[in-house]
């Protein structure tokens, strides 16, 4: 986990953690969740610490040092740099390998679980080879943890090639979060669930959407209708309409209306406070529970009139 001191020195910067992101082949965060997170819609870190997390944090020194001394290299922990040229890159490391013959070098503790493998998976790869064009490092080591056993040390040389193309994609993608201009979006349920964090509660306004937007809402019942429907498909109609909305609270469409609206606020008995105080005054922890946002499509009526 990063300090507060590095977060803040790549607060408006793409981390080395971000690359595989930006590349599209992170399965943490999407290069959308991404771009509001840079732009400030979003908060850009989680507080929230897993216990995996925090046993990560606090053991990752000692794991470090365990390597270092296995393999005779003499490490230690140094501040988030940026990029000399592109201030849009910012990288901390785990750790910086000194005083070795083949010059200042990268270590880095990963802790994976599932399968092991043999090379080293392309997302580690690409922060890897963001960190060597921010520091510009020739080479490094990433000491990977299969379920807290002994670690499995890959080498890792500096790619130029690698390394253009990534500066290429983070740079374009830096200028579209200038720009205001998101990346598009194939919606997955995952994705669906980041416009709750962006339009958590309706502004009350109707607006109207063209009249393509129909197809959306019958593929949208169809899927939805289909109990055997892939979840994917659902959440590709649901949040293209979502994502036309915004916090708007309904939308007209040609032989359809979209409302997308806060349910009211509830009371909900506060358990934690209540037990860790004063039982018998029930009333006193109750708390407002903020109402959500309900989506519907529905297929509007056709009036005729009888000659």
């Given at each position: 986990?990063?300090?507060?001191?590095?977060?803040?020195?790549?607060?408006?910067?793409?981390?080395s953690?971000?690359?595989?992101?930006?590349?599209?082949?992170?399965t943490?965060?999407?290069?959308?969740?991404?771009?509001?997170?840079?732009?400030?819609?979003?908060?850009?870190?989680?507080?929230?610490?897993?216990?995996?997390q925090?046993?990560?944090?606090?053991?990752?020194p000692?794991i470090?040092?365990?390597?270092?001394?296995?393999?005779?290299?003499?490490?230690?922990r140094?501040?988030?740099?940026k990029?000399?040229?592109?201030?849009?890159m910012?990288?901390?490391?785990?750790?910086e390998?000194v005083n070795?013959?083949?010059?200042?070098?990268?270590?880095?503790?990963?802790?994976?679980?599932?399968?092991?493998?043999?090379?080293?998976?392309?997302?580690i790869?690409?922060?890897?080879?963001?960190?060597?064009?921010?520091?510009?490092?020739?080479?490094?080591?990433?000491?990977?943890l299969?379920?807290?056993?002994?670690?499995?040390?890959f080498?890792?040389e500096?790619?130029?090639?690698?390394?253009?193309?990534?500066?290429?994609?983070?740079?374009?993608?830096?200028?579209?979060?200038?720009?205001?201009?998101?990346?598009?979006?194939?919606?997955?349920?995952?994705?669906v669930?980041?416009?709750k964090?962006?339009?958590?509660r309706d502004?009350?306004?109707?607006?109207?959407?063209?009249?393509?937007?129909?197809?959306?809402?019958?593929?949208?019942?169809?899927?939805?209708?289909?109990l055997?429907a892939?979840?994917?498909?659902?959440?590709?109609?649901?949040?293209h309409?979502?994502?036309?909305?915004g916090?708007?609270?309904?939308?007209?469409?040609?032989?359809?209306?979209?409302?997308?609206?806060?349910?009211?606020?509830t009371?909900?008995?506060?358990?934690?406070?209540?037990k860790?105080e004063?039982?018998?005054?029930?009333?006193?922890?109750m708390?407002?529970?903020?109402?959500?946002?309900?989506?519907?499509?529905?297929?509007?009526?056709?009036?005729?009139?009888?000659?």
């Amino acid at each position: 986990m990063l300090t507060d001191k590095q977060k803040e020195a790549r607060d408006n910067a793409i981390g080395s953690s971000d690359a595989p992101i930006v590349a599209g082949i992170s399965t943490y965060c999407s290069p959308l969740e991404l771009y509001y997170k840079l732009k400030g819609d979003l908060p850009r870190y989680d507080d929230n610490e897993t216990w995996e997390q925090k046993a990560g944090s606090k053991f990752e020194p000692v794991i470090a040092e365990i390597v270092a001394e296995d393999l005779g290299l003499k490490i230690r922990r140094c501040p988030t740099r940026k990029h000399p040229k592109y201030d849009f890159m910012a990288a901390s490391l785990d750790f910086e390998i000194v005083n070795n013959p083949k010059g200042p070098g990268i270590l880095e503790i990963k802790r994976r679980s599932g399968a092991r493998f043999d090379t080293l998976p392309d997302d580690i790869a690409l922060q890897v080879a963001h960190q060597m064009a921010v520091t510009n490092r020739e080479w490094g080591k990433v000491a990977v943890l299969f379920s807290w056993g002994k670690p499995v040390v890959f080498d890792v040389e500096r790619d130029k090639e690698i390394e253009e193309y990534l500066i290429e994609l983070e740079a374009r993608f830096m200028m579209r979060v200038k720009a205001g201009d998101p990346p598009t979006e194939t919606w997955t349920p995952e994705t669906v669930d980041l416009l709750k964090k962006l339009y958590p509660r309706d502004s009350g306004k109707v607006i109207e959407l063209p009249e393509e937007v129909a197809l959306d809402c019958s593929q949208f019942l169809q899927s939805k209708a289909d109990l055997k429907a892939n979840k994917e498909q659902k959440a590709r109609f649901e949040g293209h309409l979502k994502s036309l909305m915004g916090d708007a609270s309904a939308a007209k469409v040609p032989g359809y209306s979209i409302s997308w609206k806060t349910t009211k606020s509830t009371k909900r008995l506060d358990l934690d406070r209540l037990k860790a105080e004063h039982a018998e005054l029930i009333e006193q922890y109750m708390v407002d529970q903020p109402g959500h946002r309900v989506f519907r499509v529905t297929p509007t009526k056709e009036i005729t009139c009888k000659s």
